[in-house]
RNA sequence: CGGGGAGUGGCGCAGUCUGGUAGCGCACCUGCUUUGGGAGCAGGGGGUCGGAGGUUCGAAUCCUCUCUCCCCGACCA
């Protein structure tokens, strides 16, 4: 929407860079990849290594400001970590060898070792450790919103499995175990919000949780017919409106309650997921059985860096104490792509009012027709005094491409101005996922879409 | 990393087996005609055939090496 006066901005489209493709590049195998060729949203620069142009972006940091925007009502504070970072540091945490060929290592002029960061838990700790003192500064949730490399032996999916994606991660210091817990409920809940505003059914699956045991690992999964995991849930997941239901950050017991009605159902991937118990736990007529995409994953891991890196804050009775941690990702680059997996057609993509790049794509269909360019002209600069973003083609190409284009670019509002509706002084609006589908006046039109597509 | 496949103009492809001056569709440029679902006609521009070496009078085509990309699997946000 329009909330946003940094994203926000109307465009014509001959002035705009938005270079559509009419065929399918033949490296693009899923929807999501084909359709964000097409649809001129990035180019591929190496394997899972992409170059963001206009569109593409634009969507990239709607989901970017959606999830800073929860991270921040959580309590959560933003920080910047480099992308390249000192070995140094993942030698002392005994991550270095670990890690193995996914990271990727690099050394500068003067020869000394440094890699491109696949995740931060190492530098957070260990700037943590050099600043905080007492338990009396926990708790504290610090994240980040950055580039990040992983160099896969095989990248695929496009965007959804890059080597090089855009990750938000927090990590969350607490000086016990009921603080630690308070800290991934509130992660937990937050991911419910941030997946929901932006149109998406994310359900929380029980994960691999490593040596620490415990439950205490959510993946977050997207419905999409095309994701890559098989996904087994009770109904009543689904139907939870998170949106509706008043979070408050600042109660503890409301939160778990919250997180217990999530985890008491049954909600499984493939690799957890037990015939058996879903045919007991879930009776017949609730039972869902589909495919989805993880999009994010809390986790809790205890003292496993704030030990060997030296995190420990003074307790009460003036002990040093290692502190609780836990790490919460959330993959922003790839959500783009999981989106796209989740509402497309044949035709292109749909996108959710909330990530959708313009709120509504105005089409001209006879640019240069003295009726019509009079028309789309008001019509453009009345909505975009309104707030709206307006992707607005006024190029000289017939109607059929300017359809097509609209189609695949899949604005959730478009309005179609052409000489013969104004001459019974109709315009026809629609909604891409064809829900409406309207002639009507064109003041009419204005108005409703200022009424229902407004900020 | 195992198994398969592909690199020829911006995109999609033919040509390679059987060596002989690089082609088609779309896109692009110019003109005219068109104009409610990817227009028609005419004219035009653009390619070191992934790279390096070799064989040959002559290599997109044959040989050797190499780089890149894609798909299936294992792995992963």
Same mark, same amino acid.
């Given at each position: 929407m329009a909330q946003n006066a940094l994203a926000a901005g109307s465009m014509r489209l001959s002035r705009y860079y938005l270079p559509t493709l009419?065929?399918?590049?033949?490296?693009?195998?899923?929807a999501s990849h084909r359709l964000m060729l097409r649809a001129g949203m990035m180019r591929q620069a190496a394997a899972g290594i992409y170059a963001w142009l206009p569109l593409g972006l634009r969507v990239l940091r709607k989901v970017e400001a959606i999830v800073r925007d929860e991270q921040d009502r959580a309590g959560c504070q933003e920080m910047l970590m480099p992308t390249i970072q000192p070995a140094e540091l993942w030698q002392r945490s005994g991550r270095y060898d670990a890690y193995g060929p996914e990271m990727l290592r690099i050394s500068d002029r003067h020869e000394r070792e440094l890699l491109y960061g696949p995740t931060n838990e190492d530098m957070l700790t260990d700037i943590f450790a050099n600043t905080v003192r007492s338990y009396?500064?926990?708790?504290k949730l610090l994240y980040h919103i950055q580039w990040k490399f992983r160099d896969e032996v095989r990248p695929r999916f496009g965007v959804m499995r890059g080597r090089e994606f855009l990750m938000k991660d927090c990590y969350s210091f607490d000086l016990d175990f009921e603080g630690a817990k308070r800290s991934y409920d509130r992660m937990f809940v937050c991911y419910l919000r941030t997946f929901a505003r932006m149109g998406l059914k994310a359900i929380p699956m029980e994960a691999e949780t490593g040596p620490?045991?415990?439950?205490l690992s959510h993946e977050f999964i997207i419905l999409a017919d095309t994701g890559e995991t098989e996904v087994f849930c009770d109904r009543g997941v689904l139907d939870f409106d998170v949106l509706g239901s008043d979070i408050d950050y600042g109660d503890d017991d409301g939160i778990a309650a919250t997180i217990g009605s999530f985890t008491s159902l049954y909600a499984r991937t493939e690799d957890k997921h037990e015939a058996a118990a879903f045919e007991s736990e879930v009776p017949a007529d609730r039972r869902y059985q589909g495919r989805g995409i993880e999009v994010g994953q809390v986790f809790y891991f205890g003292k496993k860096y704030s030990e060997p890196m030296g995190a420990e804050v003074a307790g009460p009775d003036g002990q040093p104490i290692a502190v609780e941690m836990g790490s919460y990702g959330i993959g922003v680059s790839r959500l783009v792509g999981a989106i796209i997996e989740a509402s497309h057609d044949e035709d292109g993509i749909i996108w +959710?009012? +909330?990530?959708?790049?313009?709120d509504v794509q105005l089409i001209?269909?006879?640019?240069?027709d003295d009726d019509c360019d009079a028309a789309c002209d008001g019509i453009y600069a009345r909505l975009r005094e309104a707030g709206l973003d307006v992707l607005y083609?006024?190029?000289?190409?017939?109607p059929g491409v300017k359809f097509a284009d609209a189609d695949l670019v899949g604005l959730p509002w478009r309005l179609v101005i052409g000489p013969r509706g104004l001459k019974a002084g109709k315009v026809e609006l629609k909604r891409r996922d064809k829900s409406i589908e309207d002639e009507v006046p064109l003041d009419q039109a204005v108005a409703r879409l200022i009424e229902t597509a407004g900020g």
């Amino acid at each position: 929407m329009a909330q946003n006066a940094l994203a926000a901005g109307s465009m014509r489209l001959s002035r705009y860079y938005l270079p559509t493709l009419k065929e399918t590049p033949k490296e693009a195998e899923i929807a999501s990849h084909r359709l964000m060729l097409r649809a001129g949203m990035m180019r591929q620069a190496a394997a899972g290594i992409y170059a963001w142009l206009p569109l593409g972006l634009r969507v990239l940091r709607k989901v970017e400001a959606i999830v800073r925007d929860e991270q921040d009502r959580a309590g959560c504070q933003e920080m910047l970590m480099p992308t390249i970072q000192p070995a140094e540091l993942w030698q002392r945490s005994g991550r270095y060898d670990a890690y193995g060929p996914e990271m990727l290592r690099i050394s500068d002029r003067h020869e000394r070792e440094l890699l491109y960061g696949p995740t931060n838990e190492d530098m957070l700790t260990d700037i943590f450790a050099n600043t905080v003192r007492s338990y009396r500064d926990l708790p504290k949730l610090l994240y980040h919103i950055q580039w990040k490399f992983r160099d896969e032996v095989r990248p695929r999916f496009g965007v959804m499995r890059g080597r090089e994606f855009l990750m938000k991660d927090c990590y969350s210091f607490d000086l016990d175990f009921e603080g630690a817990k308070r800290s991934y409920d509130r992660m937990f809940v937050c991911y419910l919000r941030t997946f929901a505003r932006m149109g998406l059914k994310a359900i929380p699956m029980e994960a691999e949780t490593g040596p620490i045991g415990g439950n205490l690992s959510h993946e977050f999964i997207i419905l999409a017919d095309t994701g890559e995991t098989e996904v087994f849930c009770d109904r009543g997941v689904l139907d939870f409106d998170v949106l509706g239901s008043d979070i408050d950050y600042g109660d503890d017991d409301g939160i778990a309650a919250t997180i217990g009605s999530f985890t008491s159902l049954y909600a499984r991937t493939e690799d957890k997921h037990e015939a058996a118990a879903f045919e007991s736990e879930v009776p017949a007529d609730r039972r869902y059985q589909g495919r989805g995409i993880e999009v994010g994953q809390v986790f809790y891991f205890g003292k496993k860096y704030s030990e060997p890196m030296g995190a420990e804050v003074a307790g009460p009775d003036g002990q040093p104490i290692a502190v609780e941690m836990g790490s919460y990702g959330i993959g922003v680059s790839r959500l783009v792509g999981a989106i796209i997996e989740a509402s497309h057609d044949e035709d292109g993509i749909i996108w +959710p009012d +909330p990530v959708a790049p313009f709120d509504v794509q105005l089409i001209n269909l006879r640019a240069g027709d003295d009726d019509c360019d009079a028309a789309c002209d008001g019509i453009y600069a009345r909505l975009r005094e309104a707030g709206l973003d307006v992707l607005y083609d006024d190029r000289d190409e017939r109607p059929g491409v300017k359809f097509a284009d609209a189609d695949l670019v899949g604005l959730p509002w478009r309005l179609v101005i052409g000489p013969r509706g104004l001459k019974a002084g109709k315009v026809e609006l629609k909604r891409r996922d064809k829900s409406i589908e309207d002639e009507v006046p064109l003041d009419q039109a204005v108005a409703r879409l200022i009424e229902t597509a407004g900020g």
